[in-house]
Structure formats: structure tokens, C-alpha cells
């Protein structure tokens, strides 16, 4: 879908990616959150004090934490109910969600492509989850690599805002992957989730890659509603038709649910 | 099209690579089929290397003060990245693979990639992972499809809190408990190899002792060694419920009324075999009320071409015994008499400290008829204190007379190593004197042999001593 990355010459002769733009600021409440919910003694009182002095960030965690994604039959009302039920991993996985649908990303102009974008990423990380089942492999670390694989979309968009507007979205589409690589380093995720976020448009063998690549292939067709899936990714994964068959049913559940964050 | 081979093989683990490598070292045109894309299975990826090679890492840890005799003081957080302690799988899992992938090749097995389902007793369809179908006829079938962790019910396995044995290595982060439930050899794996990485846990389960099958000293000695590190196990207990209640903390309500919160639960409650795509139908077959695959001493199931080994037969599901099995049925199939049984195969158990049998426990032994028992304990080896690991035991069961070993077994630092030599003796009929009159090195854990034998001696009866 996207055109290949640029050529090594190409690179020299073109914009860099982040030419002199700050990378995006985690939210303070969300930047805590990461922080603090990392350590082996984390406490929830800290997490909850830094939520109270981001209403807005707290209404939406309290939002998100209520779907069903992330929470079964009893409703999350508090913010110390919402903190001490979610645990420090849902935690972690929300404070990115959040940070990624504030204005830290927001540019005038290009709403409607951002918000796409992101209801896309979250589908992805849906999906890496499941695949992520599948393979008996880390959970948490496919949701957070799926939602992130597009976060450097809005970054190149931002960094190049002055430019005309159909080079700003090529730019966007050849770029995001390094620019988000560099937001998740930024952000201090694991490198494998940064290694991840690179190479989802490039050849790999990387499981966790491979993963956010199939991820984002099924997040795309469940959006145009298609019933397939791409054969090299799900073979170099290992996944027999019956699974991806279960996986691409799961679709439209899966594009409604991130239509609801 | 259909390709005829005289033996085709459903499952390249140990039960299938040792059947597929005994018929085609025979000149018997075989292909061997396997779900995952290298032979020996995913659970040389995701299971048994990555686990003892996670256990090489927490033993050298865990000994290493004492073993530098406390020059050295090594600590580290929890939370400490899993994978950092697997680094080395990857060359492991490599280099296994490589040599795996050789020796079928050398011995002339072809390994096609897929999954197979049964259309008629000798006709099998292969579907690649693309959905590629052909179709395979073979003179003899042998299953060797394996296990997979069993998930009761009421367990919710989600893989990222509550997790078995197949995801308990996804794990990005040491967690600061564990609450394992089952006490067979997987649970008692994990628990023994996390508990020495400083993660707290506890064991769970109906069995008042762990690994039951076990001669009774050996699991006593697993006990002592867990607990002493600060593992907990509550047997005779079973969960009532298993909820993920927040703050990073799965409950475990025992049917006691007790709480067991545990930062994760691993779940390894037994296992089930991997029957469900096979479509035995329409080969005439049926599993059994467990689940299994019924077969004859010679391992055939109720259809004579078709044999079954390794986990789809049941207990014990160790790799040695999957091994033998794959070999014995296809030595069958091709009419060559085997002078081994099934009592000659060892059992080892990775735990911390290792534990490994061959034979009869003394309590089996006991019910047939009188037995002379030896034990050396390990601090009674130079070896052991050389070690720093002075906890371990030796143990032979001899006949009445105190002349044929029965059993023998160990614990302890290389006891997986350490039982081929009684095995060996076993499989000769060596008496037991053999460990006294032949010189072993100085000094090693194999002097555990001549200590344990002098002990057996000692305790013949006048009458029979003279008989030698």
C-alpha cells in the first residue's frame, strides 16, 4: 500500500525525517504513568495523583478502561477503582493509547488522516494481540507494537506541516516508520517494540515484525471489510489457514471495538 | 497426485524423528510431517531448550556466590528482563535445529512442512501453511503428533496473566511471584528455576508431595532444596477460583478457604495429546476416555499399519522415553527383535537440584518381594563440597540378595548424567560389586556409586555373601 522506503540516495537528497522538530511530549499524567508503573514498587497512589491533575486524560482512561477490550462485567466509575483494577501492565498499555489521541499529534489541516490513523493503529494492536496469543508470545508487547506502528505518521505530518500538502502525506507514508521507531525511543518502550515499528514496511524475519506487519494487513482489510489475508505473512508465521481464517472473522468486531475508543 | 512411501511419520519430535530415522536407515522410503517449519517442533523453539537454557542461566546465578566461596556477590533487581537471561537460545535453539535437520537428511528421512489429516487407514492429505493440499500413501502410519498444556475449565489462560507452559517464556519482565498449579515435572521445572531466580513462589496442587511418580526421597529432596530457597508448596489443595483482581496480583482461592496472590499464574495441570486434526475416523480409530491413543505392547493402535508413540500415548512425556518408543515401533514394523523393555529408560527432571530414576522406586520394588537399599548422600563426596552443592543423593535398589540393581536413583548436581551409569549396569546384569572393584576418577559424583554399593554389601546376609 505504502511506496517502498527510500533508497540510501534517495535519503541524502530528501528531507530527513524529524529535520529540527521535537519529537512529541508525552502528556505529564502519561509520561508518569510509563515511569512509574515500570518499577517492581509501584505505587498507585502516585499514578492516581498524577491522573487528578489531568482531568481530561483521566476521563478518557476512565473511558477506555470501560470498553471491553480491557474490562469485563463491572463498570470502572473511579479513578482509584480504574487504577487499582487495571493493574500496572493495562496501565502502561492505556497511558500510550491516550498519549496518542492527544494534541501532542493533533495538526490543523489534517484531522480526518490522523484520526484514521489511529483508529487503524488501534485495530493493529488488536490484531497483534490475538496473533500474539496464537504464537505464545508476549501479549502485552504485540498490543503496544501494533498501536504504535503508525505513530510516526502524524510526526512526519507535524514536522512538515509547511510543505505542500501532497508531498506532506508522501513524506508521511515513506518516513513514519523511522520517525516512529524514534518516538518509541523516545518514550523508552523496548527496542524491540522500536525494531518493530522500523521495519513494518521492510523485509524481515523478526517474529514480533512479522507480527505488527500481518497486524496491520489485517487492520487495513478489516476496515475495507476484505476477507483476506496476506499468504507470505501468515506462512512465514507459521499460521495455518484456519487460524487466519478465525483471525480475519474477527474483522469487523475488531474495526467496530477501535471505533469506539 | 499421490506420493507412495513405505513409512510416512505424523510429528517430527523425539517420538517421530527416532521413528522416521529407524525405518529410513532401514532403506524404507520415509517422509516425515511436520506442522511447524524445523524438525523437532515448536517445542524446541518455545519449550524445552529456551527452559534449560533460562535454567543454565539461573543455576550459574543462583550458585555463583557459592561456588567463588562468597568472593564475589552478585545481585540483581527483579523485574529483570527475561530474555536477557535466554540470550543464549538462540545459538542453542540453532545449533539444535541444524544438527536435528542433518541427521534426518543423513539417514534419508525427507521432511515435508504441513499438517496432516488421515483420509483412509494408509492415505494421508498434507495442507501446507499456504492451504497447498496433497495427498501421501504409505505402507505403515506412524502418529507421533504429540501434547499440548492442558486448559481446564475454570483456569482462565489468557497467556499474559495467567499463562502455561507454552507462553510462560513470553514473559517480558522476572515477575515478583508465581503461583504454579501442579506439581508433575513441568510445574516442578518452572517453579524450582524461577524460585532461584529470587521470584517468590508457590506451588499448588491435589498430590500431598510433588512429581508422585518419583521415588519418594528424590521428590523429598526436591522439596527440601525448593523450600529451603523460600518456595512454598501447599499440596493437597485445590483452587476454587483464579481471578485477576488489578494492582498486577492474580488471587488463587484454594479450597481451604486460603488466597495465594501471585503477580502471574502458570497453569500446568497435565496434558492433552494432539488428535484434533488428525480426522481418525476415517482411519478407524478413536482416542480413549482420556483422550489418548490406545496401542499394544508393540505400540500399534487397533489398526495394525498404524503405530502410535511418544505424548498421544500418554504419560510420561519425556523426551527419552518419546525416543525409544518411535524406534521400538518402527523396529517392529520391520521384523527386528529387540531385546530392550521399557524399564530401561531413564527419566530425567530439570529441576533445581536435577533428579533422575532408572528402574524400580524401593516402594514398587517393596510389593514384588524383599530389596536391599544403598544410599551416599552427597556431602559424603569430595566432589560436592568442591561443587558447593552438597545436598543430593544417591540411591540403589538391589534385589533381596543385594547383587542386581532394580533401581537406581539420584539427586542432585548431574544427576541426569550420573544414572547412565547404573542404567548401563542394569542393562549388563553387572552386580552391584562392579562399583566397588572397578576404579572410578577421583575425585567425581560417580563415586557416589562405590559408597552406595558398599553400603548395599554391607547389608548381605552372611549366607549370600559367601556366594560370591
Redesign the interface.
Known amino acids: 500500500m505504502y511506496p517502498p522506503p527510500f533508497t540510501p540516495a534517495e535519503m541524502a537528497a530528501e528531507p530527513q525525517a524529524l529535520d529540527q522538530h521535537e519529537l512529541p511530549v508525552l502528556p505529564e499524567a502519561a509520561a508518569t504513568i510509563l515511569a512509574e508503573t ?3 514498587e ?1 505505587s ?1 497512589p502516585k499514578v492516581i495523583a498524577a491522573l487528578s491533575r489531568d482531568p481530561a486524560m483521566a476521563a478518557h482512561l476512565l473511558r477506555i478502561a470501560n470498553s471491553p477490550a480491557f474490562i469485563g462485567a463491572v463498570p470502572v466509575v473511579s479513578l482509584q477503582q480504574a487504577v ?6 493495562s496501565l502502561r498499555q492505556l497511558a500510550v493509547v491516550i498519549a496518542c489521541e492527544t494534541k501532542a499529534f493533533a495538526v490543523p489541516g489534517f484531522e480526518a488522516e490522523i484520526r484514521a490513523v489511529f483508529r487503524h493503529s488501534l485495530a493493529a494492536g488488536l490484531f497483534a494481540k490475538e496473533i ?2 496464537h504464537r ?6 504485540a498490543f503496544l507494537a501494533g498501536l504504535l506502528h503508525d505513530v510516526g505518521w502524524p510526526v512526519v505530518v507535524q514536522a512538515h506541516a509547511t510543505r505542500p500538502r501532497d508531498e506532506v502525506l508522501t513524506l508521511a507514508d515513506r518516513l513514519h516508520g523511522r520517525a516512529g521507531s524514534e518516538v518509541a525511543r523516545a518514550w523508552k518502550l ?1 527496542e524491540s517494540i522500536a525494531r518493530a515499528i522500523e521495519g513494518h514496511h521492510a523485509t524481515s524475519s523478526e517474529p514480533l515484525t512479522l507480527t505488527v506487519q500481518l497486524a496491520d494487513e489485517l487492520a487495513r482489510g478489516a476496515a475495507a471489510n476484505s476477507d483476506g489475508a496476506p ?1 507470505e505473512l ?2 512465514a508465521l ?4 484456519d487460524v487466519v481464517e478465525g483471525l480475519v472473522k474477527r474483522g469487523p468486531a475488531v474495526w467496530a471495538e477501535a471505533g469506539r475508543w | 497426485m499421490v506420493t507412495s512411501v513405505d513409512v510416512a511419520v505424523i510429528g517430527g519430535g523425539p517420538a517421530g524423528q527416532w521413528a522416521a530415522m529407524t525405518a529410513a536407515e532401514a532403506g524404507k522410503a520415509t517422509i516425515l510431517i511436520e506442522q511447524e517449519p524445523h524438525a523437532g517442533g515448536e517445542c524446541v523453539r518455545r519449550g524445552t531448550i529456551p527452559s534449560k537454557t533460562l535454567r543454565e542461566a539461573a543455576l550459574a546465578l543462583s550458585t555463583f556466590k557459592a561456588k567463588s566461596g562468597g568472593v564475589v556477590e552478585l545481585s540483581f533487581g527483579a523485574h529483570l528482563q527475561l530474555e536477557s537471561l535466554m540470550r543464549r537460545k538462540t545459538e542453542v535453539i540453532d545449533a539444535h535445529e541444524r544438527f536435528l535437520t542433518e541427521q534426518l537428511a543423513r539417514a534419508g528421512v525427507v521432511t515435508w512442512h504441513g499438517r496432516a489429516r488421515f483420509v483412509g487407514r494408509d492415505q494421508l492429505e498434507i495442507v501446507t501453511v499456504s492451504g497447498a493440499r496433497r495427498t501421501l500413501s504409505a505402507r505403515t502410519i506412524v502418529v507421533a503428533t504429540g501434547s499440548r498444556p492442558r486448559t481446564p475449565p475454570d483456569v482462565p489462560i489468557d497467556h499474559e496473566h495467567v499463562l502455561d507452559s507454552d507462553s510462560i517464556l513470553s514473559m517480558t519482565y522476572l515477575p515478583r511471584s508465581l503461583a504454579v498449579l501442579g506439581s508433575g515435572v513441568i510445574a516442578s521445572e518452572y517453579a524450582s528455576i524461577f524460585q532461584a531466580l529470587g521470584v517468590q513462589v508457590t506451588m499448588i496442587d491435589r498430590a500431598p508431595r510433588p512429581l508422585g511418580f518419583l521415588d519418594a526421597e528424590l521428590s523429598g529432596v526436591f522439596l527440601q532444596d525448593f523450600t529451603r530457597a523460600g518456595g512454598v508448596f501447599r499440596g493437597e489443595r485445590r483452587h476454587t477460583s483464579i481471578e485477576f483482581d488489578g494492582v498486577e496480583a492474580v488471587t488463587v482461592t484454594l479450597d481451604d478457604g486460603s488466597l495465594v496472590r501471585a503477580e502471574k499464574v502458570l497453569c500446568s495441570l497435565g496434558r492433552v495429546a494432539n488428535v484434533a486434526g488428525l480426522n481418525l475416523a476415517a482411519a478407524g480409530l478413536e482416542v480413549n476416555g482420556r483422550g489418548l491413543l490406545d496401542v499394544d505392547r508393540e505400540l500399534r493402535t487397533r489398526v495394525a499399519s498404524i503405530y502410535a508413540v511418544g505424548d498421544v500415548i500418554g504419560p510420561p512425556s519425556l523426551a527419552s522415553t518419546s525416543m525409544e518408543q518411535g524406534r521400538r515401533a518402527m523396529r517392529h514394523w520391520l521384523g527386528q527383535l529387540d531385546r530392550h523393555g521399557a524399564e530401561t529408560i531413564p527419566a530425567g527432571v530439570f529441576t533445581i537440584p536435577e533428579l533422575s530414576c532408572i528402574g524400580q522406586t524401593e516402594a514398587a520394588a517393596r510389593q514384588v518381594g524383599p530389596v536391599v537399599v544403598g544410599r551416599a548422600s552427597f556431602d559424603r563426596l569430595a566432589r560436592s563440597h568442591i561443587n558447593a552443592a552438597p545436598h543430593g543423593l544417591l540411591k540403589l535398589v538391589c534385589d533381596g540378595e543385594g547383587r542386581q540393581l532394580l533401581g537406581v536413583h539420584v539427586a542432585g548436581e548431574g544427576a541426569a548424567e550420573l544414572v547412565h551409569l547404573g542404567q548401563l549396569a542394569m542393562s549388563a546384569k553387572l552386580p552391584v560389586d562392579t562399583f566397588v572393584d572397578d576404579i572410578f576418577n577421583f575425585p567425581t559424583f560417580a563415586e557416589a556409586y562405590r559408597i552406595a554399593a558398599m553400603e548395599v554389601i554391607a547389608q548381605r546376609r552372611p549366607s549370600s555373601s559367601r556366594a560370591a
Request: glycine share 8%; no cysteine.
Open positions: 515500570s518499577r517492581a509501584w498507585p487499582t483494577r487495571l493493574g500496572a501492565s500474539a496469543r505464545r508470545a508476549n501479549v502485552e508487547e523496548p499468504g501468515t506462512a507459521n499460521l495455518y489457514p
